[in-house]
């Protein structure tokens, strides 16, 4: 009988996790107040009740149009803009992902890594980038929909906000396809055995900057997954957040700033958090013997 392969999986928030924000700069490239768009009007409309992303998705419908600053915007214009981000990814990526993969494959046998997107930001951007499209087995992210597939954007058609984003590690847990789950989103609620799950939630490492990845930090700490933050040091308010948010309550395992590099601390740690799982499977299956 061949031996079953293993999965570890690497789950990544998008925007200033992987890249400076992405929707700030599709709407500076357009000529939006990206000052006033995030610290007022989106403001005004979380006071309100909205949450977050669904306050600036609204925000975003409404600039769309003839006429209006973002024009007749559509998913293929979205993930063009994509196209444009590959230049901006953080120290050390792509080759962060090059090196896993090798890692992996040259010292440990039957077993894989894969790399996921789960993301508050839009899904067309994200599949854009030819970077994300070469390492990434899926996305998830907010998506927007007109009239039919190529219309000018009216609608919200997914909303991915704070717990919304468990709903995906669970998909990732259970090996649900992307387009499963698209046409058939109860299939999540499905039960599945232990055995039957494809990436147990031990062999997940998840990846995240912001308040919006708290439940996903929370819940992967809580199943003997890994949770590591990402700030930017030179911002005061983003550093007093991670020791508030995330470092203080013990929600990730550890906070870094985002470069990727074999020689910084969270390029190091992530290949040295990949490496000790694949060696604890290797124990466990020695043990089952």
């Given at each position: 009988m061949s031996q079953v392969t293993d999965i570890v999986a690497i789950?990544?928030?998008?925007?200033?996790?992987?890249?400076?924000?992405?929707?700030?700069?599709?709407?500076?490239?357009?000529?939006?107040?990206?000052?006033?768009?995030?610290?007022?009007?989106?403001?005004?409309?979380?006071?309100?009740?909205?949450?977050?992303?669904?306050?600036?998705?609204?925000?975003?419908?409404?600039?769309?149009?003839?006429?209006?600053?973002l024009g007749l915007l559509t998913n293929q214009k979205l993930y063009e803009f994509g196209s444009t981000l590959d230049g901006l990814f953080h120290e050390g990526l792509p080759q962060f992902f090059e090196d896993v993969w090798l890692e992996v494959k040259s010292k440990f046998k039957n077993i894989e890594v894969e790399f996921y997107i789960v993301s508050a930001g839009l899904q067309p951007v994200m599949e854009g980038s030819a970077i994300v499209r070469k390492y990434f087995r899926a996305v998830y992210g907010c998506q927007l929909a007109g009239d039919d597939e190529n219309?000018?954007?009216?609608?919200?058609?997914?909303?991915?906000?704070?717990?919304?984003?468990?709903?995906?590690?669970?998909?990732?847990?259970?090996?649900?396809?992307?387009?499963?789950?698209?046409?058939?989103p109860y299939l999540v609620n499905k039960s599945f055995t232990d055995t039957e799950r494809r990436i147990p939630f031990p062999n997940m490492i998840y990846v995240g900057d912001g308040?919006?990845?708290?439940?996903?930090?929370?819940?992967?700490?809580?199943?003997?997954?890994?949770?590591?933050?990402?700030?930017?040091?030179?911002?005061?308010?983003?550093?007093?957040?991670?020791?508030?948010?995330?470092?203080?309550?013990?929600?990730?395992?550890?906070?870094?700033?985002?470069?990727?590099?074999?020689n910084s601390e969270l390029g190091a740690m992530l290949r040295t958090a990949v490496a000790n799982?694949?060696?604890?499977?290797?124990?466990?299956?020695?043990?089952?013997?």
């Open positions: 789950i990544f928030d998008f925007d200033d996790t992987l890249l400076p924000d992405s929707t700030t700069k599709l709407l500076k490239s357009h000529g939006i107040d990206t000052d006033d768009f995030w610290g007022r009007q989106a403001r005004e409309l979380i006071l309100q009740g909205y949450d977050p992303p669904t306050a600036y998705l609204n925000l975003m419908l409404k600039n769309i149009g003839e006429g209006k600053p219309g000018v954007l009216k609608y919200i058609k997914r909303c991915i906000t704070f717990t919304e984003k468990t709903r995906y590690l669970f998909e990732i847990n259970k090996g649900l396809d992307p387009s499963e789950s698209r046409t058939n308040i919006t990845d708290i439940p996903c930090f929370s819940m992967l700490q809580k199943f003997k997954g890994l949770a590591f933050g990402v700030f930017d040091p030179a911002k005061r308010d983003k550093a007093k957040q991670a020791l508030e948010e995330f470092l203080q309550p013990h929600r990730v395992t550890s906070m870094h700033a985002p470069r990727f590099t074999p799982r694949c060696l604890a499977i290797q124990l466990q299956r020695q043990v089952a013997l």
